[in-house]
């Protein structure tokens, strides 16, 4: 069955970078485009980026100058990284598998979500 | 980029109310729209695409519609197991979520 699946520290200082892996299985990276969600605690959704099946990467203007977002094949993982972490970027991060079909176009299965705090 | 407001923020209803959350999108979004429960402690969980297609395993008391700019979840008999923040989706241009209902029972 699909899974999703984030990893990475809960705890990162403020200015670093942050790391986190999202392995995938039941599906393969090649077929489905895998997005990154987040969400500050208790507040709404925003959508971070897209790796598509090509390959290919699109980013949330808002936080494009400090995010990318890259993956090995091989090993079903979905890498985000992202630099000069503020603490408004505490949140919990999800990756999601995009579904598409001519006129849809929806995040069908979901990571359980990983809690990063941005704190020193 | 395109904004999406939902209201209200918060909604109490009863056990059986039929109740309906809104969804405005700052520009015509043609239909692209979703919609996703998140329970407490939980992923998001899709309910309902394309405005009005009900994901599999989703009960019918869940329906969704609209046009333009404007849309809608309907819960038709509510249920305690319903009880989430509900978030509407646009995929027009890019990918944009409302800000949340949090559906609460009274």
């Known amino acids: 069955q699909v899974q999703l699946k984030e990893s990475g520290p809960g705890l990162v200082q403020p200015s670093e970078t942050l790391s986190l892996t999202c392995t995938v299985s039941?599906?393969?990276?090649?077929?489905?485009?895998v997005h990154w969600v987040r969400q500050p605690p208790g507040k709404g959704l925003e959508w971070m980026g897209i790796i598509r099946s090509g390959g290919s990467t699109d980013y949330n203007s808002a936080l494009k100058s400090r995010l990318s977002i890259s993956r090995d094949t091989s090993k079903s993982q979905v890498f985000l990284k992202m630099n000069s972490l503020q603490t408004e970027d505490t949140a919990i991060y999800y990756c999601?598998?995009?579904?598409?079909?001519?006129?849809?176009?929806?995040?069908?299965?979901w990571g359980q979500g990983v809690m990063v705090t941005v704190s020193s | 980029d395109i904004q999406m407001t939902q209201s209200p923020s918060l909604l109490s209803a009863s056990v059986g109310d039929r109740v309906t959350l809104s969804c405005k999108a700052s520009q015509n979004i043609y239909k692209y729209l979703n919609w996703y429960q998140q329970k407490l402690g939980e992923a998001p969980k899709l309910l309902i695409y394309?405005?009005?297609s009900l994901q599999t395993g989703i009960p019918s008391r869940f329906s969704g519609s609209g046009s333009g700019t404007d849309y809608t979840l309907t819960i038709s008999s509510l249920q305690p197991e319903d009880v989430a923040t509900y978030f509407c989706q646009q995929y027009n241009s890019w990918w944009t979520f409302g800000g949340g209902t949090k559906l609460e029972l009274k």
């Open positions: 394309y405005t009005n």
């Open positions: 039941g599906f393969s990276l090649t077929s489905n485009s």
């Open positions: 999601t598998r995009g579904y598409s079909s001519y006129i849809e176009y929806y995040f069908d299965y």
